[in-house]
């Protein structure tokens, strides 16, 4: 409970919007992340030595997809393109939230449901480079699927990423020992994916839910239920879209 009111925290300073000095650094110099959204100080200072490889050394090959897809991702907002065509991918400052939270769990298999165009797996694969891990991540639009593949194959992390095309409802149930799952999918199976990773997840292992803020109607059955489950300590992040952070007890 500590370490969750510790990031909740985190995120509530995150929300601000201007620039914050934490150890002679700003967001907006970090590589991949543009804006004002900072490092707090305790966190980002306890692990300075671990994340000075991970964050602030990012390969050439994983920074260039990552300023491709961000303008990509512009592009189509700015455009109007169709809701389900969109990348709709998260921003900077989630991404590098989920890299420090994926690094942090215990041994167990990395999952994210809905790639995109693998914007935020990108993120997750710095994390499995620092632990020595791979991803499995479901994708169910072919052209997503497609642009996914690119992603992987030019950021040179095709051999730690396993990309599942299909409905990830229905491949779930075969993952057990889950240590860190991503879920930024359709809103409306939240409740259905929720069910089938917490049974899965392996003691102090990480569920992280994107958009239950900007989608609180369609996604609040799945944070109600998650709020009162005692099989996990449970709190809304307001970083980006706004994010649930679930861990197993």
């Known amino acids: 409970m500590q370490i969750l009111a510790g990031l909740h925290a ?3 300073s995150a929300m601000l919007h201007r620039t914050y000095r934490t150890g002679g650094y700003h967001e907006r110099d970090l590589p991949g992340c543009r804006g004002a959204i900072p490092i707090i100080g305790p966190l980002a200072r ?27 991702d512009g592009r189509h907002r700015r455009e109007n393109v169709r809701q389900f065509d969109r990348l709709r991918q998260v921003p900077p400052a989630t991404g590098r939230f989920l890299a420090i939270l994926a690094a942090s769990t215990p041994e167990g298999r990395y999952l994210e449901i809905g790639t995109s165009g693998g914007y935020s797996t990108l993120w997750l694969a710095l994390a499995c480079r620092e632990g020595k891990r791979r991803i499995t991540t479901f994708e169910i639009a072919d052209e997503k699927i497609k642009l996914a593949r ?5 950021a040179g992390i095709e051999d730690i990423v396993d990309l599942v095309e299909g409905d990830a409802r229905k491949h779930l149930k075969a993952y057990k020992g889950v240590s860190f799952c991503f879920l930024d999918a359709e809103k409306r199976h939240y409740l259905t994916c929720y069910n089938l990773v917490v049974p899965h997840l392996v003691p102090g292992g990480l ?9 609180r109607e369609t996604a609040g059955p799945m944070v109600r239920k998650a709020l009162k489950d005692k099989r996990v300590d449970a709190v809304i992040v307001p970083i980006g879209s706004g994010l649930l952070l679930c861990r197993k007890t």
Request: aromatic content about 10%.
């Open 207 to 215: 569920l992280v839910v994107d958009n239950v803020i900007s989608h």
């Open 150 to 154: 690119q992603t992987f194959r030019s």
């Open 10 to 12: 985190l995120a509530l």
């Open 46 to 72: 306890s692990k300075a030595r671990k994340e000075s490889y991970m964050l602030y050394d990012i390969p050439p090959s994983i920074r260039n997809r990552m300023r491709y897809l961000e303008r990509l």
